[in-house]
């Protein structure tokens, strides 16, 4: 799950990311790695891949604005494992 | 460090000449026209720089262009008009529908705003977005809710997702670009410059649109938050209408104010809070000062950051390769 959010942040944001060691407690927001459309991006991706549902409530810095933050939110949300034919990767560092 | 302001209170007769001069100088001297042209929307801000424009160049100098749509305010134009009535300046107006149904900025939106609400009427309906409210009060993201109300008072409420906002966005940016293209027009046709209305509040936090009402020759008031643009414009005698009326972008039927739309905040608030961010008071000093939680500042200030960093490309030229010339070259003397 990890590896999964990890990665497509550095994918879907690759010049806030490039460069960047992506920590866990990382702020996406405050970093600049992502701006508001892109959280907007993010809940689409957490909401298609992961199968869950993220009403308006959830949409708090508190659930989305670190990888950290998003796995517990996912795991609340009851997310679960990953599907099998999902991509993973194990480094979020972007070389370039 | 630097201390937080408790109050933007200006002095208002020495600011109005001092914009005035500004005005007159740029116009005469700099630019070599002979007026000013001004889209005047109803809203205080074009109102407050028509007038400033006046008492520059004298009425005879200074024409007021009213682009309605058919998504504005139905008081818009007739406040527009009762100003220019007041400052007796010229005025023309033009009917922005036909072109932006011709570019298809209704169809457009439209097609986006019934895949998010399939009961959406376009004839009927009244539409907004906006942001989560009362910033200071709870910590959310940034998402736009559409808001659907339908003619008999019952409304319909879906959030915006990323491509459809984008598509939203560009649609309505319609709007603005289209009033700058009548707007120099005018100011070509009669050897005018185009007098802009954007204010400091919206200017530091980019909310105007690039190559809409942020093109301009000239901008006398962006060196004035929000709450001093009604300060001044109470005393140059902007109509008490225009000055009480709720600022807003004016692009939807359903009504939105500046602070569901983009700011988040109310603007006797956002003003001080801005002021203090960008004279770097910590927001913990910010806090003490206003009144405020040290988090409500925290929370303002990255909301203020974040903004600064998504939108200072509205701010600059045009990034390129061109070596510096000198500013001899570059500018008039």
Redesign the interface.
Known sequence: MRDIVTQFICEAFPAGAQGRRIEGDTSL??S?LI???????L??FLESRFGISVD?AD????N??SIDRICRFLARKGAGAAPADGPARASGRLSG | MNEPRKSLAIEAPYEAGRISRFIADQVIHRFRRRGAVVGLSGGVDSALVAALCVKALGPERVLGLIMPEKESSQASEPLAMEQAAVLGILTERVDLTPVLTALGAYEQKCRVLQGLCPEYDPDTDRTKITL?PRLLEQ?????Y?LTVEKPDGSRHSS????DD??EIAAAQNLKQRNRMIQLYHRAEKLHYVVAGTTNRSEFVQGFFVKHGDGAVDIEPIAHLYKTQVFELARHVGVIEAIVQRQPSPDTWSGGVTDEEFYFRIPYDQLDLLLSAWGEGVPAEEAARELGLSAAQAARAF?EF??RR??TWHLRVAPPSLLEPWPQSVMEAT
């Not at chain 1, 701006?35 to 991006?41: A, K, N, P, R, W």
């Not at chain 2, 910590?139 to 998402?143: K, P, T």
Request: aromatic share 2%; no cysteine; net charge negative.
């Open positions: 927001l405050e600049g701006d508001s459309t892109g959280v907007l991006e809940v689409e308006d949409l708090v810095p508190e989305l604005d | 989560p910590d959310r993201v940034n998402y809710s959030r915006v997702g990323p906002l984008r990255r950051e974040a960093r998504a």
